[in-house]
C-alpha cells in the first residue's frame, strides 16, 4: 500500500506539473480547435446537458503559462476599457459569479471571438484563436475558477484587486457569510 | 603547467589578434568612453599579467632548484625565515601600492567618463520591453517627439543623454565599443551619455538577464554626421507614406483588420497599439525583431509567419494568415520607408 | 563480542565519583579507559560507539564520519549533474544559431547549473569535508550536535531531489541562480519554477546553518586538551571563520527568498515600486548573501591548501599567525563588497568608489596567504604528489582569477565586462581554481584516511593534466569572447559577430573538463576497491586526523590525545601524550574552555536516532506544500513539533540522562 | 601509533552552565543567524523608507497600544526569567519547577495580545510595501515568540515528569532562559521601528 502511494505520488505529480508548467507558443492544433456548439443557455427539455468540453479548453485552463499570457493580453488588448479589471464597467464585471452567456471556457471563447449584443465586439479576425483561448482562461481565473497552483498572481502595479490566485474559491464567491 | 604556459599564452594572442575586428567588442573602441574604458582594460591586463608571470616563477623556482626534501620537519632555520619575511612583507607592501594606484587610476577614469556627457543638446529616452527597445527621441514640442524601435540614429562626434528605464524586467543597455553598460531598471530611471567619434553602426544588446528570449534583444547605435541625422529625423517625423501598389493597398487593409493592428502602431493610420515595436517606418531599419533578421522581403515574411520559430517565446503570436495575406502585408511593410 | 565480556570489563574499574554539585544526585558511574588494556577499550568504545545495525539503524547513525561520507557522496553526484547541465548548454553554444535546445529549456539549464553548482555542490562539499575532518583534527569523537548534524544531511539531500524532480518535470527555475525581481516575481514568472527556487534555497540553507553552528561549537568547545587558539591547525580556523560567515550571510538569502515568495504567493509588494517597494533591494538583500558566497566556498579551500603544503614542504606554514589573520580578516572584508556586484545599476558614483575601494583591499589577505604559502614551498623541495599537483594548479588558475577580480572591481572597468562572458571566466577561475582544485588535491590528500587505500597516482597525475588542460582551454577563452561583447546567460548568438569558432573550441575544453572528472570518478572507485592500503599516517603529516587508524574508528580515537604543538605528531614522535578517565559504556567526550582548551567536562554526546530523519520530512514536506499555499505553515506546524518533540525528549538512555 | 597517559579527567563534573556547556554556545550560534535576519529585515524597512519621501504611503498611523501592552510584558517576564535561572543554576528541582510554569504563562499572554496587534497595525499586508513590511517584522516576532514558547511548554512538562531531575535538564532550562532574552530583546527595536517611525513621518 505504501508502496503503490510512493510510486503514485510522483507520477500524479509529474502530470498535473507537465500540463501546468508547459509553455507552447505555437497554435497547438493537435488538440483540435476546441470549438464546441455553444448554447446561451444550459436549459434543455429532458435534463442537463453535460457542458461540453474537450483537450484544449483544459489544456489552457489548467496551464500557468497560458493564464499569465492571458493576463498580459487582457491589459495590452484594453479590456479594462469596459471590464475595468474585471470590476465592470460599460461591460460587465468579471469578477463575479454570473455569467450572462455561461461560465464554460468555450462559451467565453465564443464570446471573445464572435463578440455579444449590447457592445462586446467580435475580435475574430483580430486575436489569434490561441490567445483568445488564453484570454478566456484568464477570465474565468478572475472568478477563481482557475486552479490556484496556476492562477496568475499580483501584477508589479497598484493593486487594484487581490491577485487571481488569491480569488476565493468560485463556490463560495457571491454567497454572503 | 610550465609545459602548458606557453600554449595557454599562443592560443590567447592568436585569439586575440583575429577578434579586435569586432563589431560589437570593448577592445575595438569607436568612441571616447570605451577607448578610455579599452585603454583602462589593457593596462590592467598588462599589470595583473606581469604579477601573474612573477607569482608562477616564485613557484616554479622551488621546484626546479631547491637541491633535496627536508627530513626533519620541525628543524627550521630561524635566519632563513627572517629573510622571507622581510621578502613576504615587502610584497604586501608592493601589493597594496599596486592596490592603490589601480584604485586611484579607476577612479580618475569614471570622472572622465562622467565627463562627457556634460553638454549633451540631444536627449533620448529608451525604454526596456521583452525583447526589445522602444526609443523615444525628446523634444519640447510635443509633436517633434518621435518613437521608433531597436535602433537609435545619433549625431556623430556630438555626445547625446540617454535616458534609460523599463516598462517590465530588468534590461541593460550595452554598446560595447560606445561606453559601458547600464541597467534599465522599473522604477528607476538612469542617465547613460553616449557619444560616437566618427559615423558608423555599432551593435550592442541586452546584458541583464531577462527572460526567454535575452539571447535575441540586440541594438544598433547608427551614428551620422549631422545633416543626415537631422534628415533621417525630419523623415521619421512623417507619418507613414501611402501604399503605392494594388497589392500594399490589399496589405494595408489587412494590417487594419488582422492581429497586427492590435499592438503596433503606424502613423498615419488608425493602428495605434503601443505595446509593440512602431511601424511607421519600419522599412527604414536595417534590422527586425531587435536585431535578429536583416531587413528584407524574405525575412519579413518569415518573421510575421512563424515568429515563434524564430524568437520562441516573444510576444508576436502566430497570426493565422493565408500565403496571399501575408504577401500583401509583407508589401504593406516593406513601403513603409 | 558477547555481553558477558563487557560485564567482566566492568569490574576492572570500580571507582566511583562524587559529583562537583552537592544537590544533585551522584552521576551513576560506569567503567573508565583508565586501566583499560588496548583490545578491552576497543571493544568497549566499539560497542558504546558504533552505528545500529540495519537500515533503521543506517538512517539513525549520527557519526560524524558516516554522515559526511553520505554528504561528500551526494555532493559529488550533484557535482556530477551540474556538469552535465554545463556540457549540454555548451553543446547547444558550440555554434551560432544552434538549435539543439530551445530558450525554455536552456535558461532552466543555466539555472540548475548555478544552484546545483552554488547550493548543491560546492558550499556542502565544503561543509562535508569539514565535518569529516575536523572532529578528527581538534581531537574528539563526534561533531557537536550530532543529531543536528544527521538532520541537516536529510534536509540538503531533500532539498537537492526536490530541485532536481522539478528539474525532470520541466518546473525548474527559469530565472537564474540569482532570480533577480521582477523577472523572478509575481508578474513575469508564472507558474511554480521560482517558487521552487524560492523555497529549495530556504531549504538547503537551513542545512548549511545547521552545520556552520555545530563547527562553530565543535572548534570551540571540543578541542583536545592543551589546543589552545595559536595550535589551531589552520584547516580547522578556515572552515571556523567559514561557519561565521555562514551565520552572518545565509540568513540574508533567506529573507530574500522569503519576501519573493511572499510576494508570489500572498500578493504582499516588497519588491514592486508601483506600491512602494523596489526591486534594487532584491539585488542589495541578495548579494550581501551573495558575495560571502564565494569566500564561504573559498576560505575551506584555502585551509585544505594549508594543510597540503607543509605536508609535502615538510615544515609547518610559513606565517601561522599572519594565515590566520588573513583568515580573519577576509571573512570580515567578505560583507563590505556586495555593491561591486551591482555597479552597472546606476548607483551613486561615489557610493560605487567606495566598493571599488574595499573590494581592492579584499585582495590584500589573500596575498598575504599566496605569499605565506610560497614561502612555505621556499623550504627544501617539496615531495610533488598527486595532492601538491593540484595545489599547485590551484596556484596557477586561482592567481588569474584573483587578478581578474581585480579588474572588476574598478567601476568604469566592470562597466564593459559585467554579465559578459569575461566575468564567467573571472569566477570560474575563482570557484574551480580556488576551490575545485584544492577539494580535488584534498581528496587525493585524505581518501586514504577516509578509506584505508591511496589512490592511484599514476590515474591521479592523468586526471590532474587532463583537468588542467581542460579547464584553461574551456575557461580561457571567455575572458577574450567576453570582452568581444558576447554577455552571458545567451541560448544563442547570431554567426555574423565572429564568436563561432572560439565557442566551439571552449565547447571542446568543456568537454575535456568534463571527461577528467569522470577519470576522477574512475579512480576513487577503483582505489576505494583495489588500492593499496595506507596505514595510519601515509604522507608523515603533522595534524591529529592522522594519529588515528584510516579508515578512524567509529570513537575516532581510542584516548583523547593532548596537544603541545600545531604540528603534533613531528612534535610527539615517539608516542602520543594522551589523556585518560572516560567512561567507556556511555558516548562520553571532553569538553573544553574555548580559549585555552582546559578540560572542563566530560559531556555526553548524542545517541543515535531516527528522528533527525522524521523531523526533516517534516519540514521538507512543509516547504514543498508551502510553495502551493501559505497555509503550509499551519498544517506543517503540527508535524514538526511532533518530530522536534520526539528528538529532544529524553528516551532513558544514560545519555540524555546525565 | 603510542600512546602515553599524560592526564586524568575522571574528576571532571559531567555538566555545565551557561557558556561552559556547548549547548549555550548552539544557542548563541542560533541568535546570531536569526538576529541577522531581524537586522536585514529592520534593514529592508529602513531602507524602503528612506527611498520613499512619502514614506507610510498615505496610511492610517498602526495604533500602538497592543504593542505597548506586548512589550510592557514581555520586559515584565524578564525578571522571573532571570530569578528561575539563578535556580537552575543552583539545580532546585522545586523552584524550577513553578518558574517554568511561570514562564509558559508569561510566554502565552503576550501571545494573546500579538493576536489584536494585527489588527491594529490598521494595514494589510497586500495593501502597500509599508503595510508588507509591517507584517513581515511582525510576523518574524511572532514566530520567534511561537517556537520559544512551545519549547518553553515541552519543556516544564518535561520537568515534571522522572527526566528533570538532571543536571543536563537545568541546563537546558538556563538555555530556555537565555533564549527568551533573546526574544525580548530583538522586540524592542521592532516595536520601535514598527509603531514609532511611521508616527516620525
Same mark, same amino acid.
Given at each position: 500500500?505504501?508502496?503503490?502511494?510512493?510510486v503514485?505520488f510522483?507520477v500524479?505529480?509529474?502530470l498535473v506539473?507537465c500540463?501546468?508548467?508547459?509553455?507552447?507558443t505555437?497554435?497547438?492544433?493537435?488538440?483540435?480547435s476546441g470549438?464546441?456548439?455553444t448554447?446561451v443557455?444550459?436549459l434543455?427539455?429532458?435534463?442537463?446537458?453535460p457542458?461540453p468540453?474537450?483537450?484544449?479548453?483544459?489544456s489552457?485552463e489548467?496551464?500557468?503559462f497560458?493564464?499569465?499570457?492571458g493576463k498580459?493580453?487582457?491589459g495590452w488588448?484594453?479590456?479594462?476599457?469596459c471590464?475595468?479589471?474585471?470590476?465592470?464597467?460599460m461591460?460587465?464585471?468579471?469578477m463575479?459569479?454570473k455569467?450572462?452567456?455561461g461560465s464554460s471556457m468555450?462559451?467565453?471563447?465564443?464570446?471573445?471571438?464572435?463578440?455579444r449584443?449590447n457592445?462586446m465586439?467580435?475580435?475574430?479576425d483580430?486575436?489569434?484563436?490561441?490567445?483568445?483561448?488564453?484570454l478566456a482562461?484568464?477570465?474565468?481565473s478572475l472568478?477563481?475558477?482557475a486552479?490556484?497552483?496556476?492562477?496568475?498572481?499580483?501584477?508589479d502595479?497598484?493593486?487594484?484587486?487581490?491577485?487571481?490566485?488569491?480569488?476565493?474559491n468560485a463556490?463560495t464567491?457571491?454567497k454572503?457569510? | 603547467?610550465k609545459?602548458?604556459?606557453?600554449?595557454?599564452?599562443?592560443?590567447?594572442i592568436?585569439?586575440?589578434?583575429?577578434?579586435?575586428a569586432?563589431?560589437?567588442s570593448?577592445?575595438?573602441?569607436?568612441?571616447p568612453?570605451?577607448?578610455?574604458?579599452?585603454w583602462l582594460?589593457?593596462?590592467?591586463?598588462?599589470?595583473?599579467?606581469?604579477?601573474?608571470?612573477?607569482v608562477? $616563477?616564485?613557484l616554479?623556482?622551488?621546484?626546479?632548484?631547491r637541491p633535496?626534501?627536508?627530513?626533519?620537519p620541525?628543524?627550521i632555520?630561524?635566519?632563513a625565515?627572517?629573510?622571507?619575511?622581510?621578502?613576504?612583507?615587502?610584497?604586501?607592501?608592493?601589493?597594496?601600492v599596486i592596490?592603490?594606484?589601480?584604485?586611484?587610476?579607476?577612479?580618475?577614469?569614471?570622472?572622465?567618463l562622467?565627463?562627457?556627457?556634460?553638454d549633451a543638446a540631444?536627449?533620448i529616452?529608451i525604454?526596456g520591453?521583452q525583447?526589445?527597445?522602444e526609443?523615444?527621441y525628446?523634444?519640447a514640442?510635443p509633436?517633434h517627439?518621435?518613437t521608433?524601435?531597436?535602433?537609435i540614429h545619433?549625431?556623430a562626434?556630438?555626445p547625446?543623454?540617454?535616458?534609460?528605464?523599463?516598462?517590465?524586467v530588468?534590461?541593460?543597455?550595452w554598446v560595447?565599443?560606445?561606453s559601458g553598460?547600464?541597467?534599465?531598471?522599473?522604477g528607476?530611471?538612469?542617465?547613460l551619455? $553616449?557619444?560616437?567619434?566618427?559615423?558608423g553602426v555599432?551593435?550592442g544588446?541586452?546584458?541583464?538577464f531577462?527572460?526567454?528570449q535575452?539571447?535575441?534583444?540586440?541594438?544598433?547605435?547608427?551614428?551620422?554626421?549631422r545633416?543626415?541625422?537631422?534628415?533621417?529625423?525630419?523623415?521619421?517625423?512623417q507619418?507613414?507614406?501611402?501604399p503605392?501598389?494594388?497589392?500594399?493597398?490589399a496589405?494595408?487593409d489587412?494590417?487594419l483588420?488582422?492581429?497586427c493592428v492590435?499592438?503596433h502602431?503606424?502613423?498615419?493610420?488608425p493602428?495605434?497599439?503601443t505595446?509593440?515595436?512602431?511601424l511607421?517606418?519600419?522599412?527604414?531599419?536595417?534590422?527586425l525583431?531587435?536585431?535578429?533578421?536583416t531587413?528584407?522581403?524574405?525575412?519579413l515574411a518569415?518573421?510575421?509567419a512563424?515568429?515563434?520559430g524564430i524568437?520562441?517565446?516573444?510576444?508576436?503570436?502566430?497570426?493565422?494568415?493565408?500565403?496571399?495575406?501575408?504577401?500583401? $502585408?509583407?508589401a504593406?511593410l516593406e513601403?513603409l520607408? | 563480542?558477547?555481553s558477558?565480556?563487557i560485564?567482566?570489563?566492568r569490574?576492572?574499574r570500580p571507582e566511583r565519583?562524587?559529583?562537583?554539585?552537592?544537590?544533585?544526585?551522584?552521576?551513576?558511574?560506569?567503567?573508565?579507559?583508565t586501566g583499560l588494556?588496548?583490545?578491552s577499550?576497543?571493544?568497549w568504545?566499539?560497542?558504546?560507539w558504533?552505528?545500529?545495525?540495519?537500515?533503521?539503524g543506517?538512517?539513525?547513525s549520527?557519526d560524524?564520519k558516516?554522515?559526511?561520507?553520505?554528504?561528500l557522496?551526494?555532493?559529488?553526484l550533484?557535482?556530477c549533474l551540474?556538469?552535465l547541465?554545463a556540457v549540454?548548454m555548451?553543446?547547444q553554444?558550440?555554434?551560432?544559431?544552434?538549435?539543439l535546445i530551445g530558450?525554455?529549456?536552456?535558461?532552466q539549464?543555466f539555472?540548475?547549473?548555478?544552484?546545483?553548482?552554488?547550493?548543491l555542490?560546492?558550499?556542502?562539499?565544503v561543509q562535508?569535508?569539514?565535518?569529516?575532518?575536523?572532529?578528527?583534527?581538534?581531537g574528539?569523537?563526534n561533531i557537536a550536535?550530532?543529531r543536528?548534524?544527521?538532520?541537516?544531511?536529510?534536509v540538503?539531500?531533500?532539498g537537492?531531489?526536490?530541485?532536481?524532480?522539478?528539474?525532470?518535470?520541466?518546473?525548474a527555475p527559469?530565472?537564474?541562480w540569482f532570480a533577480?525581481?521582477?523577472?523572478?516575481g509575481?508578474?513575469?514568472a508564472?507558474g511554480k519554477?521560482?517558487?521552487?527556487?524560492?523555497q529549495?534555497?530556504t531549504?538547503?540553507?537551513v542545512s548549511?546553518l545547521?552545520?556552520a553552528?555545530?563547527?562553530?561549537?565543535?572548534?570551540?568547545?571540543?578541542?583536545?586538551?592543551?589546543?589552545?587558539?595559536?595550535k589551531i591547525p589552520?584547516?580547522?580556523?578556515?572552515?571556523?571563520?567559514?561557519s561565521?560567515?555562514?551565520?552572518?550571510a545565509m540568513p540574508?538569502?533567506m529573507v530574500?527568498s522569503?519576501f519573493l515568495?511572499?510576494?508570489?504567493?500572498?500578493?504582499t509588494?516588497?519588491?514592486?515600486?508601483?506600491?512602494g517597494?523596489?526591486a534594487?533591494l532584491?539585488?542589495?538583500?541578495?548579494?550581501?548573501?551573495?558575495?560571502p558566497?564565494?569566500?564561504i566556498i573559498?576560505?575551506p579551500?584555502?585551509?585544505?591548501?594549508?594543510?597540503?603544503i607543509?605536508?609535502f614542504?615538510?615544515?609547518?606554514?610559513?606565517?601561522?599567525?599572519?594565515?590566520v589573520?588573513?583568515l580573519?580578516?577576509?571573512?570580515?572584508?567578505?560583507f563590505?563588497?556586495?555593491?561591486?556586484h551591482?555597479?552597472a545599476t546606476?548607483?551613486?558614483?561615489?557610493g560605487?568608489s567606495?566598493?571599488?575601494?574595499?573590494s581592492?583591499?579584499?585582495?590584500i589577505?589573500?596575498?598575504?596567504q599566496?605569499f605565506c604559502?610560497?614561502?612555505?614551498?621556499?623550504d627544501?623541495?617539496?615531495?610533488?604528489?598527486?595532492p601538491?599537483l593540484?595545489v599547485?594548479?590551484?596556484?596557477?588558475?586561482?592567481?588569474i582569477g584573483?587578478l581578474?577580480?581585480v579588474?572588476l572591481?574598478?567601476?568604469?572597468?566592470?562597466?564593459?565586462?559585467?554579465?559578459t562572458?569575461?566575468v564567467?571566466?573571472?569566477?570560474?577561475?575563482?570557484?574551480?581554481?580556488?576551490?575545485?582544485?584544492p577539494?580535488?588535491?584534498?581528496?587525493?590528500f585524505?581518501?586514504?584516511k577516509i578509506t584505508?587505500?591511496?589512490m592511484?597516482?599514476?590515474?591521479g597525475?592523468?586526471?590532474?593534466?587532463?583537468?588542467?588542460?581542460?579547464f584553461?582551454?574551456?575557461?580561457?577563452?571567455?575572458?577574450?569572447?567576453?570582452l568581444?561583447?558576447m554577455?552571458?546567460?545567451?541560448?544563442?548568438?547570431?554567426?555574423?559577430l565572429?564568436?563561432?569558432?572560439?565557442n566551439?573550441?571552449?565547447?571542446?575544453?568543456?568537454?575535456?573538463f568534463?571527461?577528467s572528472?569522470?577519470?576522477?570518478?574512475?579512480?576513487l572507485?577503483?582505489?576505494?576497491?583495489?588500492g593499496?592500503p595506507a596505514?595510519?599516517n601515509?604522507?608523515?603529516?603533522?595534524?591529529l586526523?592522522?594519529?588515528?587508524?584510516s579508515?578512524p574508528?567509529?570513537?575516532n580515537?581510542?584516548?583523547?590525545?593532548?596537544?603541545t604543538?600545531?604540528?603534533?605528531?613531528?612534535?610527539?614522535r615517539e608516542?602520543?601524550?594522551?589523556?585518560t578517565g572516560l567512561?567507556?559504556?556511555v558516548?562520553?567526550?571532553v569538553v573544553?574552555?574555548?580559549?585555552?582548551?582546559?578540560?572542563?567536562?566530560?559531556?555526553?554526546?548524542?545517541?543515535p536516532?531516527?528522528?533527525p530523519?522524521?523531523?526533516a520530512i517534516?519540514?521538507?514536506?512543509?516547504?514543498?506544500?508551502?510553495?502551493?499555499?501559505?497555509w503550509?505553515i499551519v498544517w506543517?506546524?503540527a508535524?514538526i513539533?511532533?518530530t522536534?518533540?520526539?528528538?529532544?525528549?529524553?528516551?532513558?538512555d544514560p545519555e540524555?540522562?546525565? | 601509533?603510542?600512546?602515553?597517559p599524560?592526564?586524568?579527567?575522571?574528576?571532571?563534573p559531567?555538566?555545565g552552565?551557561?557558556?561552559?556547556?556547548?549547548?549555550?554556545?548552539?544557542t548563541?550560534?542560533?541568535?546570531?543567524?536569526e538576529g541577522t535576519?531581524?537586522?536585514?529585515a529592520?534593514?529592508a524597512y529602513?531602507?524602503?523608507?528612506?527611498?520613499?519621501?512619502?514614506?507610510r504611503l498615505?496610511?492610517?498611523?498602526p495604533?500602538?497600544?497592543p504593542?505597548?501592552?506586548?512589550?510592557?510584558?514581555?520586559?515584565a517576564s524578564l525578571?522571573?526569567?532571570?530569578?528561575?535561572?539563578?535556580?537552575?543554576?543552583?539545580?532546585?528541582?522545586?523552584?524550577v519547577?513553578i518558574?517554568?510554569?511561570v514562564?509558559?504563562?508569561?510566554?502565552?499572554?503576550?501571545?494573546?495580545?500579538?493576536w489584536?496587534e494585527?489588527?491594529?497595525?490598521?494595514i494589510y499586508?497586500?495593501t502597500?510595501a509599508?503595510?508588507?513590511?509591517?507584517?513581515?517584522?511582525?510576523?518574524?516576532?511572532t514566530?520567534?515568540?511561537?517556537?520559544?514558547?512551545?519549547d518553553?511548554?515541552?519543556?516544564?512538562?518535561l520537568?515534571?515528569?522522572?527526566?528533570?531531575?538532571?543536571g543536563r535538564?537545568?541546563?537546558d532550562?538556563g538555555?530556555n532562559?537565555?533564549?527568551?532574552?533573546?526574544?525580548?530583546l530583538t522586540?524592542?527595536?521592532i516595536?520601535?521601528l514598527?509603531?514609532?517611525?511611521p508616527r516620525?513621518g
Amino acid at each position: 500500500m505504501r508502496c503503490a502511494v510512493a510510486v503514485l505520488f510522483p507520477v500524479v505529480l509529474m502530470l498535473v506539473a507537465c500540463q501546468r508548467e508547459e509553455r507552447d507558443t505555437r497554435p497547438q492544433s493537435a488538440l483540435g480547435s476546441g470549438e464546441q456548439p455553444t448554447p446561451v443557455t444550459t436549459l434543455e427539455p429532458g435534463g442537463q446537458r453535460p457542458s461540453p468540453t474537450d483537450n484544449k479548453a483544459a489544456s489552457f485552463e489548467a496551464n500557468a503559462f497560458h493564464l499569465s499570457e492571458g493576463k498580459r493580453l487582457f491589459g495590452w488588448f484594453n479590456c479594462s476599457g469596459c471590464h475595468a479589471n474585471g470590476g465592470g464597467g460599460m461591460g460587465p464585471a468579471l469578477m463575479d459569479e454570473k455569467w450572462i452567456y455561461g461560465s464554460s471556457m468555450e462559451s467565453i471563447h465564443a464570446t471573445i471571438r464572435d463578440g455579444r449584443p449590447n457592445g462586446m465586439p467580435s475580435f475574430r479576425d483580430k486575436i489569434p484563436d490561441d490567445q483568445i483561448w488564453e484570454l478566456a482562461a484568464f477570465v474565468r481565473s478572475l472568478s477563481g475558477n482557475a486552479p490556484s497552483s496556476a492562477a496568475p498572481s499580483r501584477n508589479d502595479d497598484m493593486m487594484a484587486h487581490p491577485s487571481e490566485n488569491r480569488m476565493p474559491n468560485a463556490a463560495t464567491l457571491g454567497k454572503s457569510p | 603547467m610550465k609545459r602548458f604556459a606557453p600554449i595557454a599564452f599562443a592560443t590567447a594572442i592568436a585569439l586575440f589578434l583575429q577578434g579586435c575586428a569586432g563589431w560589437q567588442s570593448a577592445l575595438d573602441p569607436k568612441g571616447p568612453a570605451a577607448s578610455e574604458l579599452a585603454w583602462l582594460i589593457w593596462f590592467f591586463t598588462g599589470l595583473c599579467a606581469a604579477v601573474w608571470v612573477l607569482v608562477m $616563477i616564485a613557484l616554479a623556482l622551488p621546484l626546479m632548484m631547491r637541491p633535496r626534501e627536508r627530513a626533519e620537519p620541525l628543524v627550521i632555520d630561524a635566519d632563513a625565515d627572517n629573510r622571507k619575511l622581510r621578502v613576504v612583507m615587502t610584497a604586501i607592501g608592493l601589493t597594496a601600492v599596486i592596490l592603490v594606484g589601480l584604485t586611484l587610476l579607476s577612479f580618475f577614469a569614471n570622472r572622465t567618463l562622467a565627463a562627457i556627457g556634460s553638454d549633451a543638446a540631444l536627449t533620448i529616452r529608451i525604454t526596456g520591453h521583452q525583447w526589445w527597445w522602444e526609443v523615444r527621441y525628446e523634444d519640447a514640442t510635443p509633436s517633434h517627439i518621435l518613437t521608433t524601435a531597436n535602433e537609435i540614429h545619433i549625431p556623430a562626434g556630438e555626445p547625446v543623454r540617454l535616458l534609460i528605464t523599463s516598462t517590465d524586467v530588468i534590461h541593460s543597455f550595452w554598446v560595447p565599443s560606445l561606453s559601458g553598460k547600464l541597467d534599465l531598471i522599473p522604477g528607476h530611471m538612469n542617465v547613460l551619455d $553616449i557619444k560616437a567619434d566618427k559615423p558608423g553602426v555599432y551593435r550592442g544588446q541586452c546584458a541583464e538577464f531577462c527572460g526567454a528570449q535575452h539571447a535575441n534583444m540586440g541594438t544598433f547605435i547608427i551614428a551620422e554626421p549631422r545633416e543626415k541625422f537631422d534628415a533621417w529625423w525630419n523623415d521619421q517625423l512623417q507619418p507613414a507614406a501611402a501604399p503605392m501598389s494594388d497589392e500594399a493597398k490589399a496589405g494595408e487593409d489587412l494590417f487594419l483588420k488582422r492581429p497586427c493592428v492590435m499592438c503596433h502602431k503606424v502613423g498615419g493610420t488608425p493602428a495605434g497599439g503601443t505595446v509593440a515595436p512602431d511601424l511607421t517606418h519600419i522599412a527604414s531599419r536595417q534590422t527586425l525583431a531587435a536585431g535578429t533578421l536583416t531587413m528584407s522581403r524574405g525575412n519579413l515574411a518569415a518573421w510575421i509567419a512563424d515568429p515563434q520559430g524564430i524568437k520562441p517565446g516573444s510576444h508576436m503570436p502566430v497570426a493565422d494568415l493565408s500565403g496571399d495575406e501575408l504577401n500583401a $502585408i509583407v508589401a504593406y511593410l516593406e513601403g513603409l520607408k | 563480542m558477547s555481553s558477558a565480556d563487557i560485564t567482566s570489563e566492568r569490574d576492572l574499574r570500580p571507582e566511583r565519583e562524587a559529583s562537583a554539585k552537592g544537590d544533585i544526585t551522584p552521576e551513576r558511574d560506569g567503567p573508565r579507559d583508565t586501566g583499560l588494556d588496548d583490545a578491552s577499550l576497543h571493544r568497549w568504545l566499539a560497542r558504546t560507539w558504533r552505528t545500529p545495525p540495519g537500515i533503521i539503524g543506517a538512517l539513525s547513525s549520527v557519526d560524524h564520519k558516516v554522515i559526511a561520507r553520505r554528504y561528500l557522496i551526494t555532493a559529488f553526484l550533484f557535482l556530477c549533474l551540474g556538469g552535465l547541465n554545463a556540457v549540454v548548454m555548451r553543446i547547444q553554444l558550440s555554434g551560432p544559431r544552434r538549435g539543439l535546445i530551445g530558450p525554455d529549456l536552456y535558461n532552466q539549464l543555466f539555472t540548475m547549473h548555478g544552484v546545483t553548482m552554488m547550493f548543491l555542490f560546492a558550499v556542502p562539499i565544503v561543509q562535508a569535508t569539514g565535518i569529516y575532518l575536523v572532529p578528527l583534527m581538534v581531537g574528539t569523537r563526534n561533531i557537536a550536535f550530532p543529531r543536528l548534524n544527521a538532520f541537516s544531511y536529510w534536509v540538503y539531500v531533500s532539498g537537492g531531489l526536490f530541485a532536481w524532480v522539478s528539474f525532470a518535470l520541466s518546473m525548474a527555475p527559469d530565472v537564474g541562480w540569482f532570480a533577480y525581481v521582477p523577472l523572478s516575481g509575481p508578474e513575469y514568472a508564472p507558474g511554480k519554477r521560482a517558487d521552487v527556487w524560492a523555497q529549495m534555497i530556504t531549504y538547503t540553507e537551513v542545512s548549511s546553518l545547521a552545520v556552520a553552528v555545530a563547527t562553530i561549537v565543535t572548534v570551540f568547545k571540543h578541542r583536545a586538551p592543551g589546543m589552545s587558539l595559536d595550535k589551531i591547525p589552520l584547516y580547522v580556523w578556515a572552515l571556523l571563520v567559514t561557519s561565521f560567515v555562514v551565520v552572518f550571510a545565509m540568513p540574508a538569502v533567506m529573507v530574500t527568498s522569503t519576501f519573493l515568495i511572499l510576494d508570489r504567493l500572498v500578493g504582499t509588494h516588497i519588491f514592486n515600486p508601483a506600491e512602494g517597494g523596489d526591486a534594487l533591494l532584491f539585488q542589495h538583500l541578495f548579494w550581501f548573501f551573495g558575495h560571502p558566497e564565494v569566500y564561504i566556498i573559498f576560505l575551506p579551500a584555502t585551509g585544505m591548501v594549508s594543510a597540503i603544503i607543509p605536508a609535502f614542504a615538510r615544515r609547518p606554514a610559513f606565517g601561522h599567525l599572519g594565515l590566520v589573520l588573513s583568515l580573519i580578516a577576509v571573512g570580515f572584508l567578505s560583507f563590505g563588497l556586495w555593491v561591486h556586484h551591482m555597479f552597472a545599476t546606476g548607483l551613486p558614483k561615489l557610493g560605487a568608489s567606495f566598493f571599488t575601494a574595499s573590494s581592492m583591499m579584499i585582495a590584500i589577505p589573500n596575498g598575504v596567504q599566496i605569499f605565506c604559502w610560497l614561502a612555505t614551498l621556499w623550504d627544501g623541495r617539496p615531495v610533488i604528489r598527486t595532492p601538491l599537483l593540484f595545489v599547485l594548479g590551484f596556484f596557477f588558475i586561482f592567481v588569474i582569477g584573483g587578478l581578474t577580480g581585480v579588474m572588476l572591481a574598478s567601476v568604469p572597468l566592470d562597466l564593459q565586462v559585467h554579465d559578459t562572458y569575461f566575468v564567467v571566466a573571472h569566477f570560474h577561475y575563482v570557484l574551480i581554481g580556488g576551490s575545485v582544485f584544492p577539494l580535488l588535491g584534498a581528496a587525493y590528500f585524505w581518501f586514504p584516511k577516509i578509506t584505508g587505500r591511496m589512490m592511484s597516482e599514476r590515474l591521479g597525475r592523468w586526471h590532474f593534466w587532463l583537468a588542467m588542460v581542460g579547464f584553461n582551454a574551456a575557461f580561457f577563452p571567455m575572458h577574450i569572447v567576453g570582452l568581444w561583447g558576447m554577455p552571458r546567460r545567451v541560448y544563442t548568438y547570431p554567426a555574423e559577430l565572429g564568436w563561432g569558432n572560439i565557442n566551439f573550441f571552449i565547447s571542446a575544453g568543456a568537454v575535456l573538463f568534463f571527461l577528467s572528472f569522470v577519470l576522477f570518478a574512475f579512480n576513487l572507485v577503483h582505489s576505494a576497491l583495489r588500492g593499496a592500503p595506507a596505514g595510519n599516517n601515509p604522507w608523515d603529516a603533522g595534524t591529529l586526523e592522522w594519529a588515528t587508524s584510516s579508515p578512524p574508528p567509529s570513537y575516532n580515537f581510542a584516548r583523547i590525545p593532548i596537544v603541545t604543538n600545531v604540528e603534533p605528531l613531528w612534535a610527539q614522535r615517539e608516542a602520543l601524550p594522551v589523556a585518560t578517565g572516560l567512561r567507556v559504556d556511555v558516548r562520553e567526550l571532553v569538553v573544553s574552555t574555548v580559549a585555552e582548551a582546559h578540560p572542563d567536562i566530560r559531556e555526553k554526546s548524542a545517541t543515535p536516532s531516527i528522528w533527525p530523519l522524521l523531523a526533516a520530512i517534516a519540514v521538507g514536506g512543509t516547504f514543498l506544500y508551502s510553495i502551493f499555499t501559505p497555509w503550509a505553515i499551519v498544517w506543517g506546524a503540527a508535524p514538526i513539533a511532533i518530530t522536534l518533540i520526539g528528538w529532544f525528549w529524553p528516551k532513558g538512555d544514560p545519555e540524555d540522562e546525565e | 601509533m603510542n600512546q602515553r597517559p599524560a592526564m586524568d579527567l575522571s574528576a571532571l563534573p559531567t555538566f555545565g552552565h551557561g557558556p561552559r556547556s556547548p549547548t549555550w554556545w548552539g544557542t548563541l550560534g542560533f541568535m546570531a543567524l536569526e538576529g541577522t535576519g531581524f537586522a536585514l529585515a529592520a534593514g529592508a524597512y529602513l531602507y524602503l523608507a528612506t527611498l520613499w519621501p512619502n514614506w507610510r504611503l498615505s496610511a492610517p498611523q498602526p495604533n500602538h497600544w497592543p504593542g505597548t501592552i506586548v512589550t510592557l510584558l514581555l520586559i515584565a517576564s524578564l525578571i522571573p526569567n532571570h530569578i528561575l535561572n539563578g535556580y537552575a543554576k543552583q539545580c532546585a528541582i522545586g523552584p524550577v519547577r513553578i518558574g517554568m510554569v511561570v514562564m509558559s504563562l508569561l510566554g502565552i499572554a503576550p501571545l494573546v495580545v500579538r493576536w489584536f496587534e494585527f489588527p491594529a497595525l490598521n494595514i494589510y499586508w497586500d495593501t502597500n510595501a509599508y503595510g508588507s513590511m509591517l507584517w513581515v517584522l511582525l510576523g518574524l516576532h511572532t514566530t520567534h515568540l511561537i517556537t520559544d514558547v512551545g519549547d518553553t511548554i515541552v519543556l516544564t512538562v518535561l520537568m515534571f515528569t522522572h527526566h528533570g531531575y538532571s543536571g543536563r535538564r537545568f541546563g537546558d532550562v538556563g538555555d530556555n532562559v537565555f533564549y527568551w532574552d533573546f526574544v525580548v530583546l530583538t522586540w524592542i527595536p521592532i516595536y520601535l521601528l514598527i509603531y514609532w517611525l511611521p508616527r516620525l513621518g
